[in-house]
């Protein structure tokens, strides 16, 4: 058995290098990601191993990214994109939701975009505006993308390898206060399924939802909720767009209790679609409504706020006593 | 309460000139021209045409004013939801598809009638967008046309990707002209103002990527006019990017095509892009819900008219005899019999089954749609059974 204890962010270099050693057609383009590696040097290496040709370092233009990236997909080749920061990735909005998410159903099934968009995502890190957001609902709403994020070293270096075998486009957010942060990843067992959501911690007393950057936070609350004798159990999603609802709505049975937590504003997010669709299909099986812990409806605001903004320990903790006290 | 306000100097120029650095081979009379400064570089292609190459390129523009007149009548009927007719710039339609080989690949936006019957797309095919069914009924990879492009200027940038491919894959500059390839992408002069088209000449450039960008400047963006649009006009901007732009007349068919065939020779052999400027005209509407009398004058069409690109072709193959009077009777004949198998076609043109709307958002199944679909059949299916249909 190969075991290897890395970072997450080596995690996704090494799934990047082991997908590029596979198949000659998958590429790499982005700002910055040759020599540098990238700013997060993901794709550190990368390109000394592989050549210009593979590892592209573009012009500054996400849209141009993203726009050229189709056309390649167009030609048998399977780009994998790095958007530098999650606030970056508005340029290339509407070459994403207007032209990769739509490319198969307008041609009836005759192109395929097996296309991965790489989009660093979430605060924490004390960084200016536009480095910190977490716009994973936009794309999740948009039909025709996938859209996941990885949370630990061992997803990072499986799921990224899984987006781009996907003949489908991913969306694929990397939870940058994760990138460096260290687990044992076994190179050789049987990953499992990109869309599957992985109950991280098990529980009987209510469920945490969470995905990306959150999962760490979660495992913590379960942590110390287990000191007060409640025992919560952790989901983390993986993938938002398809959901697992399988795994969601046994856990949501299991506990009868639901906690939705993520970065994002909460105002139409994602733990809004989570919400419903519990209370929709397991709303006899539920002691209290499921509750949402996310991001203030605000713009991502000025890093001095955000160990207020972001979702924490004390924040899911509250409510998860909140659920309970139902 | 008055404020004071710094506009822009009217830029209103002669729209209906292109001046002494258009590249321009026949005369409104159909006269050829002398060879001239502009001309020379593409002289010698168009001195290399036959009669025969004439009379095809002459069947082209008519049978492709046909299908586009056959396009604008069917939704006047309420046969199609809308359409954009190119009536006035068949020539640069033709004489650039007609610059592409088999083994090119051309981007259209959504006017490109002339250039999809170049490719050899059936025009039946084009309409089916038009008429609600599909979002673009032929396969792209069969002709090497792609589907057309609603949002201005997305599709320079696959163009750019894909030309790039073509670099990868090797197939640039490898001394076989039967093997080398390049990337032909439209837009009009509205077009020009997007970023996506700006990054898609900064991307294009950087690469060096097999490509031409062709633009057609039909001298409005719906209402605007193009000093509303650029200072500089396109030709002149190439040079910015990097890379060269001409500007040719786009209602002399065999200046376009001469222009045409040496910038994607250039790009084929390695040379990088080129940017074309089709000097032409928009002769109707944007589309049909448009209503070009408001803000353009009678005159100004009518100046317009008098450089029609087939009375001109017509013109210079009567004077040449490059056809005779049976000729031009017979193309007649076929431009009535595809109109009418365009209007039979249309019309028999089924509405897609229902539930195949939930087809082909995914490759791989997706649960939702998946659960969706099944959700709707099943709603269908309890009219059925409640007797209905």
Redesign the interface.
Known sequence: MSTQRMTLAKGLNSGLRKAMEDDPKVILMGEDVGKLGGVFRITEGLQKDFGEDRVIDTPLAEAGIVGTAIGLAMRGYRPVVEIQFDGFIYPAFDQIVSQVSKMHYRSLGALKLPMVIRVPFGGGIGAVEHHSESNEAYFAHTAGLRVVACSDPADAYWMIQQAIASDDPVIFYEPKRRYHERAEVDLDAPPVGLYDARVVRPGTDLTLLTYGPMVKTCVQAAEAAATEGHSLEVVDLRALSPLDRKTIFDSAKKTGRVVVVHEASTFLGMGAELAALVQQECFYHLEAPVLRVGGYNLPYPPSRFEEHFLPDLDRVLDTVDRSLAF | MHHETTVAPSMEHDITDGGPDMVQFVDGDGNRLPTCEANEPYAQIVEDMTSEDARSMYRDLVLVRRMDAEGHALQRQGELGLWPSLLGQEAAQVGAGRALRPQDYAFPGYREHGVAWCRGVDPVNLLGMFRGV????W???QNNF??Y?I?IG?Q???????????Q??GVVGTGNPDRDAAVMAFTGDGGTAQ??YN??L??AS?ANAPLVFFIQNNQWAISEPNYKQFRIPPYQRARGFGFPGVRVDGNDVLAVYAVAKAAMDAARTGQGPTLIEAFTYRLGAHTTSDDPTKYRSAAEVDIWREKDPIKRMRGFMETKGHADPTFFTELEEEADELAARIRRECQQMPDPEPVTMF??????Q????DAEREQFAAYQASFVQEGGN
């Open positions: 599909n979002h673009g009924g396969d792209s990879n792609h589907l492009t949002v997305n320079m940038l696959h163009a750019t990707g894909y030309a790039m491919g073509m990868r894959d970023g996506d990054e898609a900064v991307f950087v087809d082909k958002v995914y490759v791989d997706h649960p939702v749609i």
